[in-house]
Every structure is written in structure tokens, then in C-alpha cells.
């Protein structure tokens, strides 16, 4: 199975950089996830990590050590809108070849003040 | 191309009742994922379909169940429902089998109240 940790929450700045962290547990991995959830909405996807190495997308990027079992996600410049909260998701190699349940961390609740 | 459609949005129902959700996926995707999402908790796996196939299934009791259509529509259901059973149940649509896919997409969900 999978254990993940993250921070529940965190407070920043607007304009600012922020590190949210992921260490997780595996029994076997194929994929770190992170999703962003606004209050009452859906979760939506933003990146994904398979191979060790920093993923950058526009303001966001996400790092992974595999043999750390640790990601994390940056989030620069900081705006209003970025409050939410930062699900870490860890994929293991399922029962078989053709199945990967993903396990969700609680999530970092992100609070970005003016 | 419109996006994951999750029916009812909102629903209470009475304890020992049962409660059937609807999910359907982005065209052309085969993979439906459903979670269960509450403040406690977190968000928990439920299952897995893909090809109208169980792939995988979390550790929620048997009252939890769901199939997959031909369609790739998925419906889950829950019966004899309990106070806990309350919870944001969300549905994610992906285009293929579940170790392959690199993104999920999520429905709106179903806020289900039970009292």
C-alpha cells in the first residue's frame, strides 16, 4: 500500500515562492500526481512525475526523488487565485499490468495573502 | 469537448436507504475512477473500470459497489447507508488503462447527505 505526508497547511505571500512538500511510502510506484482544489470545486490536475527530475509548467514545477520517496511543488509568484489546496497523488503498479490505484494525500491547504 | 458529467449534484437521502451515482466520462476515454472525499478523510480510492472491467478496488466495505457500461458510462451505488456514508463522491475520467494514464479528470461530484 501507499502512506503520503504533506503539510496541512501553509500561508504565504503574494508574489512570493512556495514549497509545498510530499514524502510518501510504496510498496511499488508508478507516478506522483499533484492536483490543485478549489473550495468546493473539483480537483484539477497539474503535474506529473514518473522519472526523477524537476517537471516545470509556467509558474508551477514539481520535483521527484524516487529513492527518497519525496516530491515537491513550486509555486511561483504567487497570486490571490492560488489559494486552494495541493493534493499530493502517489500511483503504485496495482495487482496487475493493466491497473494503477492512486493514493491521495489529506492535501496542503494554501493560504496566499496580499 | 465537454468534460466529466457527475448526476445528481446533490442528494440526501435517509439511513438503510441505498443511492446510485452517475458518471460520465469524456468521450473517448475508457477509464473511470471513483473516490470518496470528506474532511476526515481525505480523498479516498473507491475503484477502478476500464473496459467495462473492475481493475482495482479500495478498502470500503461490500455496500460499495459500481459497474462500467459499454458506453464507458459508470454508475457506483451505495446500499443500506450510513451516517458516514456523507461525503463528496468524485468521479475521474482518463483515455486509458490505469498505469498508463499521466492525468486524471475529474467531474464535478456528488455531495451526498445522509441523515
Known amino acids: 500500500g501507499q502512506n503520503i505526508d504533506q503539510p496541512t497547511e501553509m500561508t504565504a505571500t503574494e508574489g512570493a515562492i512556495v514549497q509545498i512538500n510530499c514524502t510518501y511510502q510504496?510498496?511499488?510506484?508508478?507516478?506522483l500526481f499533484w492536483y490543485q482544489q478549489h473550495a468546493g470545486e473539483a480537483p484539477t490536475f497539474l503535474s506529473y512525475?514518473?522519472?526523477?527530475g524537476l517537471e516545470e509548467k509556467g509558474r508551477f514545477s514539481s520535483f521527484l526523488s524516487r529513492s527518497k520517496g519525496y516530491s515537491y511543488l513550486l509555486l511561483k509568484e504567487l497570486q490571490m487565485k492560488d489559494s486552494a489546496s495541493y493534493l499530493c497523488?502517489?500511483?503504485?503498479?496495482?495487482?496487475?499490468?493493466?491497473?494503477?490505484?492512486?493514493?491521495f494525500g489529506d492535501g496542503t491547504t494554501l493560504t496566499v495573502k496580499p | 469537448k465537454a468534460g466529466v458529467t457527475q448526476t445528481p449534484r446533490y442528494l440526501i437521502k435517509t439511513r438503510g436507504q441505498q443511492v446510485t451515482l452517475s458518471c460520465s466520462p469524456i468521450?473517448?476515454?475508457?477509464?473511470v475512477s471513483w473516490y470518496q472525499q470528506t474532511p476526515g478523510q481525505g480523498l479516498q480510492f473507491l475503484f477502478e473500470y476500464f473496459s467495462e472491467t473492475q481493475r482495482n478496488k479500495g478498502n470500503f466495505p461490500g455496500r460499495f459497489s459500481g459497474r462500467q457500461f459499454s458506453n464507458s458510462r459508470s454508475e457506483m451505488n451505495v446500499s443500506t447507508l450510513e451516517l458516514g456514508d456523507s461525503a463528496l463522491y468524485l468521479c475521474?475520467?482518463?483515455?486509458?488503462?490505469?498505469?498508463?494514464?499521466?492525468?486524471?479528470?475529474f467531474g464535478q461530484g456528488t455531495r451526498l447527505t445522509v441523515v
Open positions: 510504496t510498496s511499488g510506484f508508478n507516478g
Open positions: 475521474a475520467s482518463c483515455p486509458g488503462q490505469g498505469h498508463m494514464n499521466t492525468e486524471a479528470f
Open positions: 512525475n514518473v522519472l526523477d
Open positions: 497523488a502517489v500511483r503504485d503498479k496495482g495487482h496487475n499490468t493493466n491497473a494503477g490505484k492512486s493514493t
Open positions: 468521450s473517448g476515454h475508457r477509464s
